[in-house]
Structures are given as C-alpha cells and as structure tokens.
Nanobody, 125 residues
Framework: VHMVESGGGLVQAGDSLRLSCAASGRTFSSYTVGWFRQAPGEEREFVAAIGWSGGRESYGNSVKDRFTISRDNAKNTVYLQMNTLEPKDTAVYYC???????????????????WGQGTQVTVSS
C-alpha cells in the first residue's frame, strides 16, 4: 500500500484545513488508517484513526471535538478535517495504514505497516 498526504499549509489560528491521504493498493479498503503528527523535537503523536468500514473512529485527546476523520473507500482516500486550529497543532502530519485484524492498537505508531511521506501544517498565532 502506497500512501500520499496532501492539503497541508500555513494558516492562522482559528482556521480550518482538510488533509487527504490517497492510497494505492487493492486491499486498502480492508485496512485501518490513522493520522499521526510530529513536531520538531517531539515524539510522533496519535491524532485519529478509522476502521476499514468507516466505523470505529478514535481521536487523540488534544484534537477531540476539533478534528474529524472520514474515509471514502471508493476513492481510496481518508480525510482529516481540522477545525479551530491552534499553534500547538503545528507539525508534520502523516497517514498510516495497518491490518487491524491482527490485533494491536490504533493509537500506537509501531502497529502500522505503511506510511506516507507527511505534509506540513503550520498554524500562526
């Protein structure tokens, strides 16, 4: 599975952005997809994840009620709608995919098998 993120950019606090994660591979629709982010000098942080059918959404505490994850398996694409952005949301955002049927956790990077190259999101105050 090959994954490519897009939609990042420079915005002001309070603005919204929608990130997209386009994937190739016939089995993409059967994978759990997660979004993670990493700021300079920080560990990779869980943002959100969504199960293969579009259910089982989960969110990191710092983005809950502001971000929404969704997927369109017909388009092999997962989205991350980010509202009310704050300077602390500044980071490189990565999407990743894993086969959830093998167990593990959606919020741990080490359980993901495929990663995109990342897209930069910068929020100015």
């Amino acid at each position: 599975v090959h994954m490519v993120e897009s939609g990042g950019g420079l915005v002001q606090a309070g603005d919204s952005l929608r990130l997209s994660c386009a994937a190739s591979g016939r089995t993409f629709s059967s994978y759990t997809v997660g979004w993670f982010r990493q700021a300079p000098g920080e560990e990779r942080e869980f943002v959100a994840a969504i199960g293969w059918s579009g259910g089982r959404e989960s969110y990191g505490n710092s983005v809950k009620d502001r971000f929404t994850i969704s997927r369109d398996n017909a388009k092999n694409t997962v989205y991350l709608q980010m509202n009310t952005l704050e300077p602390k949301d500044t980071a490189v955002y990565y999407c990743a995919a894993r086969d959830g049927s093998g167990g593990g956790r959606d919020d741990y990077p080490r359980f993901y098998d495929y990663w995109g190259q990342g897209t930069q999101v910068t929020v100015s105050s």
